[in-house]
């Protein structure tokens, strides 16, 4: 009995002080090199993450400024009586307002329009179902913050009215960034601000034949350059998100 | 108790060796699943983007079809399903196109909470639920036998538009009307109570559209389309547009010129739109052409031409009547050409009785003849009727609904039957003999020869459902948001 006591202590013996620290040292390795891949993860997934909130808010913009171009124009002239309409400008939408001109006279893009629309201002008239008639949607660049203002319809000037309703939209947008952040980005995206010039935002597509005047303009196509909040801690540079998309103005011209 | 002393501690030890194992593992767990999250955040948002778009097309092509199948020559047309030409749809009515996908249901007028295709929209226009009893039909896409996948709309619903629906004032008298379904005449929309007098004028419909992606994005979209307005407006049964016309007249004594609406002796069934004021049966550009179109008509006939006036015959001065389509040789040769853009026949002349389908009361043509026509024998046809050379009428045939001779502005009627003109006729000179505009409009020429019952009986009904044939246009277009 004492020796088969004897023999089960043998083999049931705990470790020698040698082989626990081997062990130790082993699991102390083992989870070393874990942790430092899990840090090296963790930085990763921290970029990432910045990345994609950068990704997905461009995207959210992208889809609000492609809803509000669908929509605007409504109502349309064509929409009241002749003299309804006439008497009550502020009731129908024209699908973009202007400066200067408005409403009566309509200004050539890239020549007579003063801030909008331009390469970085547009604003939009429409009604948006919400009980307010109709409506500006301005979405104006201002520095690297794309900003967005709704304000109602008062037939004066469009950029006046809406001046004081810009809340901040879209952060880091860097269509028109400095010369400084230009060669920055530039230098981890050679393919980016081609001839070194700003992007914009805006471009318009206009009706066959018609002149580049804001009630013409058929088609917007929307570029924005978004760079992530932080830099790549990994690479010390900013990550950047290009999104192109087209929005067409489907209501009829006035 | 002292066997039970090791026994103890090698039971503590035991797990050591499995709690290592799956510490181990936990931390490779983390580490793979976070990069599993990373990718599959970015896949999503990317299909998210692209969904987003996808859905915005597919309720689009849904307003499409609806668009399309309201046409009267569409092969899917919905027809009398919408409304019977000639009719208007009553406020309160409403019909769904269902889209749904292979083994599914789409029922848009179920409100439970469950139902993610359910019309939630309808009561912020009209005040109530759809009613469960709403008439549906299919998609082209659902019907049997399509094997391609559709656009993954869910319904498109279809309603007239009143002010109310709308949301909007049309008339600005300060109140949303919820009676009175809206018209559009071309350039403005109106009250059906408040088409002005002369003016022709068709219901305005709104279609909505749910498009539903298997990856959850939603889009509510809506047109509001009306059928194509040429503008078309007829102040008289039959219009000389045009100074010195020449006017043939018969000696028939059945023949009659009718300028009082719906006066012929062909009804159109079902017909619903108010009728109109009288006109003159003969409608001539300056008061000079009164007497002299007169004298075309035999002595003992003049008590034949009806309409506008106490006096026969009834012949008026209608120059200021005429719309701007009509006033010019530039705007009545853009007229035909745009009639053209919309003709469900464009034949060259001369052409003769089966080059064309001559239509129906409930599919109507509107036809184009680049050149001369002769109908013979016993033919009515139905629609709208462009002859840019001469048109030859002979024996038992009639026309329901729009007779447009611009161009050569002659047309021949060599009489003996029976059967008449229900609807409008005018007659210009827009081309010379070579088919060049002439600078003004030259004098149109009638001669109507031969006995017979037929004329001209002016008929708003034949004149609306000629139109009818009209492709549907976009007055408006807008993204309800959810």
């Not at chain 1, 801690?233 to 006035?254: D, E, M, S, W």
């Not at chain 2, 008289?236 to 023949?255: K, R």
């Amino acid at each position: 009995m004492k020796n088969s006591q004897n023999s089960r202590r043998a083999s049931e013996g705990g470790f020698s002080l040698i082989e626990l620290m081997i062990a130790t040292l082993l699991f102390t390795t083992v989870a070393g090199i874990t942790f430092a891949l899990l840090g090296v993860s963790l930085t990763r997934y921290k970029s990432e993450k910045d990345y994609l909130n950068s990704f997905q808010q461009a995207n959210v913009a992208m889809d609000q400024i492609a809803r509000d171009v669908h929509t605007a124009g409504y109502p349309p002239t064509n929409s009241f009586t002749t003299a309804t309409a006439a008497a009550n400008p502020t009731k129908v939408a024209t699908p973009f307002a202007w400066v200067t001109g408005y409403p009566a006279a309509p200004c050539t893009v890239g020549a007579t329009c003063v801030t909008t629309p331009s390469n970085f201002d547009l604003i939009t008239e429409a009604d948006l179902g919400t009980g307010n008639g109709v409506q500006w949607i301005r979405y104006s660049l201002q520095g690297t913050t794309l900003m967005r203002a709704v304000a109602n319809k008062n037939g004066n000037n469009p950029v006046a009215a809406t001046a004081d309703k810009l809340i901040p939209y879209l952060d880091n947008v860097m269509n028109n960034a400095s010369a400084a952040q230009m060669a920055t980005l530039k230098a981890g995206n050679p393919d980016l601000f081609p001839g070194n010039a700003a992007v914009p935002i805006f471009t318009y597509t206009y009706d066959a034949g018609a002149a580049l005047q804001p009630p013409n303009i058929r088609e917007v196509n929307v570029t924005l350059i978004v760079q992530s909040a932080q830099p790549d801690p990994n690479t010390g540079k900013y990550r950047v998100v290009v999104l192109t998309g087209q929005a067409l103005r489907i209501n009829p011209n006035q | 108790m002292q066997n039970r002393l090791p026994k103890t501690s090698r039971k503590s030890e035991r797990g050591v060796a499995l709690f290592i194992a799956i510490f181990a593992l936990l931390l490779i767990s983390v580490v793979a699943l976070a990069l599993m999250v990373m990718a599959g955040t970015e896949t999503s948002l990317n299909s998210n983007y692209k969904s987003s778009v996808q859905a915005f097309y597919d309720a689009r092509a849904g307003l499409e079809e609806a668009r399309g199948r309201l046409w009267s020559a569409n092969p899917n047309a919905l027809g009398g399903f919408v409304v019977a030409s000639g009719a208007t749809m009553p406020v309160g009515a409403v019909r769904y196109i269902l889209n749904p996908a292979t083994g599914e249901t789409v029922n848009p007028t179920d409100m439970s909470s469950g139902n993610q295709y359910a019309d939630r929209q309808y009561s912020s226009e009209w005040g109530s639920n759809p009613p469960t009893t709403t008439p549906t039909t299919l998609s082209v896409w659902a019907q049997t036998g399509v094997v391609a996948p559709g656009p993954l709309y869910k319904w498109v619903r279809i309603t007239p538009r009143t002010e109310q629906s709308a949301g909007i004032d049309v008339n600005g008298d300060g109140t949303f009307d919820n009676a009175n379904p809206l018209f559009f005449d071309g350039t403005q929309q109106v009250l059906a109570n408040q088409i002005p007098p002369l003016v022709t004028a068709y219901q305005v419909f709104e279609l909505t559209a749910l498009s539903v992606t298997p990856t959850g994005s939603q889009r509510l979209e809506q047109y509001i389309v009306a059928p194509t307005n040429l503008n078309l407006q007829f102040p008289s049964a039959l219009t000389f547009d045009g100074l010195a016309p020449t006017y043939n007249a018969p000696n028939s004594n059945p023949f009659d010129m009718n300028g009082n609406d719906r006066s012929g002796a062909n009804p159109m069934p079902g017909c619903t739109i108010p009728a109109q004021p009288a006109r003159p049966a003969v409608g001539v550009v300056s008061p000079a052409d009164i007497a002299t179109t007169a004298s075309g008509i035999p002595a003992d006939r003049l008590d034949h031409y009806l309409g506008a006036g106490v006096t026969t015959p009834s012949i008026g001065n209608i120059s200021s009547l005429l719309p701007t389509t009509e006033n010019t040789v530039t705007n009545l040769n853009q007229l035909v050409a745009n009639i053209t853009q919309v003709a469900n026949n464009v034949v060259q002349g001369p052409a003769g009785n089966n080059s064309f389908p001559l239509g129906s009361a409930s599919s109507p043509q509107i036809t184009v003849v680049n050149g001369d026509l002769t109908l013979t024998g016993s033919n009515v046809g139905y629609g709208i009727l462009v002859v840019t050379g001469t048109l030859t009428f002979s024996g038992n045939t009639g026309w329901r609904g729009i007779v447009l001779v611009i161009g050569q502005g002659n047309m021949v009627e060599n009489g003996g039957g029976n059967e008449e003109f229900d609807g409008a006729v005018l007659v210009a000179k827009t081309l010379d003999a070579n088919g060049n505009p002439l600078p003004s409009l030259n004098a149109p020429i009638l001669n109507w020869a031969g006995g017979g019952g037929n004329g001209v009986y002016y008929d708003s009904c034949w004149i609306n459902n000629a139109t009818s044939g009209l492709t549907y246009k976009v007055l408006g277009f807008r993204e309800i948001s959810q």
